[in-house]
């Protein structure tokens, strides 16, 4: 080997050691202050992924017990730390969630997030359960697709390195099944711009909080001396064996999201006035967990089930309160539709020997219990100023009769009423007989 491949091979290794020493010691540099009162000492909580927590690899452990370790797809070289995982039942992983970020030691642009994308790799266990095998997944998270929020950031005291470390998670593009008692790895880098710095990196935690789950992360970086799997123990400066900080989720999203419930009215209209029953239809959505049951009530009455379109009937104001409730329990806000019903009543008033009026149904439902009353305002007017009744029936097409005897004399008005109908005429009272009646 000539000199100048020795000095560059040299010069390698030294970059590999000072970037390894930097990020072995940003915990025993950085304040509470500046973590933002996240403890280095012990784990934070688990991501709020809206998940099933299916593994967990520790999360937020840094300083003195970890450190930042590449990782990064960029032209120069490609670094693919790993860790390995193994269920005990298959599972279905959907979601990711890992801490990292960049070192930024090698630029003036000082901390923060360069909105990269992420690549997460899935790979087969070589046989030996302590090396990856053949890679069987590999999807790239947009930059776009990513929830990342701020963890600590650190500048070195003596040199002004910069690293920039988030909480990042993400659902994957396409997730994947993992077989039961079968071990796998997990790769998460950073694709940074064909240019040299800075580098992405992932978060680390040694033997010293959590412990080690299965076997010790690796890594292979070929630029960076290491072209084979190599034990993350070898490049850190503790000497003890990491883990890198991220969890695994699965399953869906759990429902908190209520159904959502409408109602349809079918009936006759005269403007915004029902001329005839109304049906009412309710009609409830979940896209999550499904609907289960829908409750509603008429007026004043009691509460129900819903199971099919009802008839409400009868003149006058209506409301219809109505709610529905999922499968995974939520409870939509109780909602209420309100209209009027007022029946198609023809009223025609006659004089004669007495008042009468005709009260005929024009609609197409009968009716039951309609109301009515006569009113005469003359003044002389001695039997009969009012009287009222109640018609048990009238059906669609029907007419009937009321009357009211008078005794009285000199000019009338007559108002009769009937079901909320009204209708109004004039006459003369002669003693028993109403004449003129316009």
Not at 192 to 202: D, E, H, K, S
């Amino acid at each position: 080997m000539n000199i100048q491949a020795i000095l560059k091979k040299a010069g390698v290794l030294l970059l590999i050691s000072l970037m390894l020493l930097s990020s072995g010691a940003i915990g025993a540099n950085t304040s509470s202050k500046k973590c933002r009162n996240i403890n280095n000492e012990s784990p934070v909580q688990t991501a709020a992924l809206n998940r099933e927590l299916i593994w967990d690899n520790v999360i937020g452990v840094y300083g003195s017990l970890g450190g930042i370790i590449v990782a990064t797809v960029r032209t120069e070289g490609i670094a693919f730390p790993a860790d390995d995982i193994k269920f005990t039942t298959e599972k279905e992983v959907t979601s990711v969630y890992w801490q990292g970020g960049y070192f930024q030691c090698q630029l003036g642009e000082g901390q923060k997030d360069y909105h990269w994308d992420w690549r997460v790799l899935f790979w087969s266990d070589d046989g030996t359960e302590n090396r990856p095998g053949n890679e069987i997944y590999n999807q790239t998270i947009p930059d776009a697709a990513i929830t990342r929020e701020f963890w600590y950031n650190y500048t070195h005291p003596t040199n002004g390195n910069t690293y920039w470390v988030a909480n990042y998670s993400a659902d994957l593009p396409v997730p994947i099944t993992l077989s039961a008692n079968t071990k796998y790895w997990i790769t998460i880098q950073g694709i940074q711009i064909p240019n040299t710095y800075p580098q992405a990196c992932w978060s680390r935690h040694n033997i010293t909080d959590g412990g080690i789950l299965l076997h010790q992360a690796v890594i292979k970086a070929a630029y960076w001396g290491y072209p084979s799997w190599t034990d993350i123990s070898v490049l850190v400066p503790d000497q003890l064996p990491h883990d890198l900080n991220f969890q695994l989720f699965g399953g869906d999203a759990p429902d908190t999201t209520p159904p959502v419930t409408t109602a349809t009215l079918e009936g006759d209209l005269s403007s915004d006035i029902y001329i005839s029953d109304v049906t009412v239809t309710l009609t409830a959505t979940d896209n999550n967990s499904g609907v289960n049951y829908t409750k509603y009530k008429v007026d004043d009455g009691t509460w129900m089930t819903y199971t099919d379109h009802f008839v409400v009937s009868g003149n006058g104001d209506h409301t219809i309160a109505f709610y529905s409730v999922d499968n995974a329990g939520n409870v939509e806000t109780e909602k209420s539709v309100t209209f009027t019903i007022r029946y198609p009543i023809e009223i025609t008033i006659k004089g004669g020997f007495g008042v009468s009026a005709e009260i005929k149904n024009n609609g197409t439902s009968n009716l039951s219990n309609v109301d009515w009353m006569i009113s005469l305002d003359g003044k002389l007017i001695f039997v009969g100023k009012t009287k009222s009744g109640t018609i048990a029936s009238l059906a669609a097409g029907e007419t009937a009769m009321i009357k009211d005897f008078v005794i009285g004399l000199g000019k009338t008005g007559i108002a009769v009423e009937a079901d909320g109908v009204s209708a109004n005429a004039t006459g003369t009272v002669l003693l028993f007989f109403v004449l003129g009646v316009t």
